[in-house]
Structure formats: structure tokens, C-alpha cells
T-cell receptor, first 110, second 116 residues
Framework: DQQVKQNSPSLSVQEGRISILNCDYT??????FLWYKKYPAEGPTFLISISSIKDKNEDGRFTVFLNKSAKHLSLHIVPSQPGDSAVYFCAAGPYGKLTFGQGTILTVHP | DVKVTQSSRYLVKRTGEKVFLECVQD?????MFWYRQDPGLGLRLIYF???????EKGDIPEGYSVSREKKERFSLILESASTNQTSMYLC???????????????FGAGSRLTVL
């Protein structure tokens, strides 16, 4: 039973445009959400997080939106850069062990 | 910066062999985790440990065991490797299970295991 789902395996975007990555979850006990980025042959690195008491969190070019009623979160990258090309994983949990989605491969074309 | 070091980046083993994957973190984190990453399945939790000698099963513990004799070291053991355990294995650590924001995982670079 996949409790965290990223339904888009891949996304292709032009440099300078917005990238929107989506994630859905089913467990209403989840109250902390994170996005990780992973380059090939490297471990995932933490990007941005949001707790369930907020609906938006920004860090530079990255913004995460949380819609609790829809059990949906999204990551916006503006403007997208070629160096953003990577696999993006969303993750959710109560404090403690995280459940990850399947990942979305983002390709940003120059 | 926290460093999580996985001793082997690439391993090739034969079916039935015993395999040890070692992980060391250098920032005195309480918690350590083993995940495996497979295409289309994302990262799945195998085992985690919140203290020395303590361990808890994750979502896919079958065929694996773990050992945490020291706070900084967390080992994943495949008692008898099988081809369906060919995967990327990722170790991670976090400061605390209780503090908001402190449960951000820091990952190692991964160990790519191929079982023939």
C-alpha cells in the first residue's frame, strides 16, 4: 500500500520556466513533509520541508505548498535551472521514520 | 556538516553469500536507517535504530538483519543474498525522533549491490 505517491515518473521543463512536482499521501497521521533531491551515484540531499501547521514554505527558488484537505503537496522551482535536473522524492511522516514516494525525474533543458 | 559514510560504493556478490554493508556517521546522531532504492518504488525502509543495540523493522525487513553495537555505526546484513536483493542501499541518520525538524535525514552516497 503506497502511502506516498508521486504519479509523474518524469517532468521536462525549459530553463527559466517553472517546475511543479506533485505528491499525494493517504495517511492522515502524516504531519511533516519533506522534499529530497538525488543526483545519480549520490545519496539524496534534503531540499525543503513543511509541517502540517503551515500551507507554504519558501527557500530561495524552492517553494513547497501543502493542501491538507486534499492530502497533496507540491514543490515549485522558479526559475528552473539545468543544474536542477535530478530525481526528486517527497517524503512524509510523523516525527521519526519517513515514507518516501517513488520519485520524479526532472529534466531542465537549456 | 554531517557525514554519513558507506564503506562500499559497489559490490558484486553471489547468491547465498553473506553480505555486510557498513555505515558510519560522525555527528553523534541518535537514529540511523537503512533504505533500499529501486526504480519505480522509491526508497523503502528496511530497518532503523534509535539507540545503540536497539532496532526496529521497517517496511521490508525480510531477508535482512542489522547491528548497532556503537552509536556511530549501523550495519546491514544479508544472511544469504538473493538476486532480488540487487539494489541501491542507502544509509541515513537523524538527530532525534522527537524534535520538529530534527528528523531530517542525512544520507550516505549509497552502496550499489549486485547479486549474481
Amino acid at each position: 500500500d503506497q502511502q506516498v505517491k508521486q504519479n509523474s515518473p518524469s517532468l521536462s521543463v525549459q530553463e527559466g520556466r517553472i517546475s511543479i512536482l506533485n505528491c499525494d499521501y493517504t495517511n492522515s497521521m502524516f504531519d511533516y513533509f519533506l522534499w529530497y533531491k538525488k543526483y545519480p551515484a549520490e545519496g539524496p540531499t534534503f531540499l525543503i520541508s513543511i509541517s502540517s501547521i503551515k500551507d507554504k514554505n519558501e527557500d530561495g527558488r524552492f517553494t513547497v505548498f501543502l493542501n491538507k484537505s486534499a492530502k497533496h503537496l507540491s514543490l515549485h522551482i522558479v526559475p528552473s535551472q539545468p543544474g536542477d535536473s535530478a530525481v526528486y522524492f517527497c517524503a512524509a511522516g510523523p516525527y521519526g521514520k519517513l515514507t518516501f514516494g517513488q520519485g520524479t525525474i526532472l529534466t531542465v533543458h537549456p | 556538516d554531517v557525514k554519513v559514510t558507506q564503506s562500499s560504493r559497489y559490490l558484486v556478490k553471489r547468491t547465498g553469500e553473506k553480505v555486510f554493508l557498513e555505515c558510519v556517521q560522525d555527528m553523534d546522531h541518535e537514529n540511523m536507517f537503512w533504505y533500499r532504492q529501486d526504480p519505480g518504488l522509491g526508497l523503502r525502509l528496511i530497518y532503523f535504530s534509535y539507540d545503540v543495540k536497539m532496532k526496529e523493522k521497517g517496511d521490508i525487513p525480510e531477508g535482512y538483519s542489522v547491528s548497532r553495537e556503537k552509536k556511530e555505526r549501523f550495519s546491514l546484513i544479508l544472511e544469504s543474498a538473493s538476486t532480488n536483493q540487487t539494489s541501491m542501499y542507502l544509509c541515513a541518520s537523524s538527530l532525534s525522533l522527537q524534535l520538529p525538524g530534527a528528523n531530517v535525514l542525512t544520507f550516505g552516497a549509497g552502496s550499489r549491490l549486485t547479486v549474481l
